[in-house]
C-alpha cells in the first residue's frame, strides 16, 4: 500500500479507519492521479449531441459518461482546449466534478418546484438545477459570502439562468425565519474541511487543516441543516452533502440533526448508478450512528470522481 508521505499523518490515520482495507489503494491513488476533466452539457442552451459536435469539430476527444446523459469527461491534457472552446465560450458546457453533479442529481428537482440551493456559489449545482426544472419554478440560490456570491451571480448570467434563480446574499443559518416550510427541495451542499480535493502534490490544499477545523466545520453544518429542516415543507425532501470523508461533518452531523428532530425527519435510500461508492458508516470512534444512516453514500474517488458524502432526508406529512 503506497500512502502519499506529504498528506498529514493526523488525516492519514483518520482514512485508514474510515476506509475498509480493501479500499485503500485505489484511495490513496487518487490523491495522485490526474482525473479526466468532467464538464456538464448546461441544457438550457444546448443539447448534449450538438455539445459533442462542437468540441469533436475542435479535435477534442469526449467520452460521455453513460448514467447521466450531460455529462461529459474529456483528458486532462484537453482540459484548457475544452475550456478555451467554442461551446464554453458560448455558455453551453459548465466545468463541474462528477461528484458536484451527483449532489444536485440526488435532489431530483421536477418542474414547477419550490426550491432552495442554501450553499450555492459558484453555482455550477444551482444550474444543474435550474436545467432540471426546466425554467419552471421558484429557485433560489444562496450565498454567505460576498466574494463567492458575486461569482455566483457571474455564473448564472453568463450560462443563461439569470432571469430564471433569484439570489440571496445571507447566512443560510437564517433562512428559517424568512421561509418557514417553504421548500418542495433544499440542497445543503455544505462548506467543510475539502479533504476529497487533497493532492499529495499540492500542499496547499491541506495547510489549513486540522481535526480542530473539522469541530468548527461541524458546527457550521449543523446550524445549516437546523435551518434547511426548517425550511422545508412536510413531504419534501434534502440533499445534504459534504466534499469530506470526515464522520464529524457527514455521519455525526445528520446523526445530530435526528435527534432534534425526531418526528419530523426520516432518511431516504439513494442511489447513484455507475457510480464506486459505499454506505454511510455505522459508527466512529466507538460510537454508533442510527442504522438508516448506512442508506446515505459515500463516493469513493477514482479516476473519474472526487469523494462525496451524501445523504436523503425527508420530512414527514
Known amino acids: 500500500m503506497n500512502i502519499p508521505t506529504a498528506l498529514p499523518a493526523a488525516f492519514v490515520q483518520r482514512l485508514q479507519a474510515i476506509i475498509p482495507a480493501t479500499l485503500h489503494d485505489e484511495v490513496w491513488q487518487s490523491f495522485s492521479i490526474r482525473r479526466a476533466a468532467c464538464f456538464r452539457v448546461n441544457l438550457l442552451l444546448c443539447d448534449t449531441d ?15 459518461f453513460p448514467f447521466k446523459g450531460d455529462t461529459l469527461f474529456i483528458d486532462p491534457e484537453q482540459r484548457q482546449q475544452a475550456l478555451a472552446s467554442e461551446a464554453c465560450r458560448q455558455g453551453w458546457l459548465y466545468s463541474q466534478s462528477l461528484a458536484s453533479q451527483l449532489c444536485a442529481s440526488a435532489l431530483q428537482a421536477q418542474p414547477g418546484e419550490t426550491i432552495l440551493d442554501m450553499c450555492a456559489a459558484p453555482g455550477g449545482k444551482t444550474l444543474q438545477i435550474a436545467c432540471m426544472m426546466q425554467g419552471e419554478g421558484e429557485l ?22 439569470a432571469d430564471f ?41 491541506f495547510r489549513y487543516w486540522s481535526p480542530r477545523k473539522i469541530k468548527e466545520m461541524r ?23 459534504t466534499c469530506s470523508f ?20 426520516d432518511i431516504a435510500p439513494l442511489t447513484l448508478p455507475g457510480i ?42
Open 276 to 317: 464506486s461508492a459505499m454506505p454511510g458508516l455505522e459508527a466512529w470512534q466507538n460510537r454508533p450512528f442510527p442504522a438508516a444512516l448506512q442508506q446515505a453514500v459515500r463516493v469513493l474517488p477514482n479516476q473519474w470522481s472526487e469523494a462525496m458524502f451524501i445523504c436523503r432526508l425527508v420530512k414527514a406529512l
Open 165 to 205: 434563480v433569484s439570489t440571496r446574499l445571507g447566512d443560510g443559518r437564517a433562512l428559517w425565519r424568512h421561509f418557514p416550510e417553504y421548500f418542495d427541495r433544499i440542497l445543503v451542499d455544505a462548506p467543510c474541511s475539502t479533504e476529497a480535493r487533497f493532492r499529495a502534490d499540492d500542499a496547499s490544499t
Open 50 to 64: 450538438r455539445a459533442i459536435a462542437s468540441l469533436q469539430a475542435e479535435g477534442i476527444e469526449v467520452r460521455r
Open 140 to 161: 433560489i440560490a444562496n450565498e454567505a459570502v460576498k466574494k463567492r456570491f458575486f461569482k455566483l451571480r457571474g455564473v448564472l448570467q453568463q450560462q443563461g439562468a
Open 246 to 265: 470526515a464522520p464529524e461533518e457527514n455521519e455525526q452531523v445528520v446523526s445530530d440533526a435526528l435527534k432534534q428532530f425526531p418526528d419530523d425527519i
Open 219 to 241: 458546527h457550521k453544518q449543523k446550524g445549516l441543516l437546523r435551518s434547511a429542516i426548517r425550511c422545508l415543507k412536510p413531504g419534501g425532501s434534502i440533499i445534504y452533502a
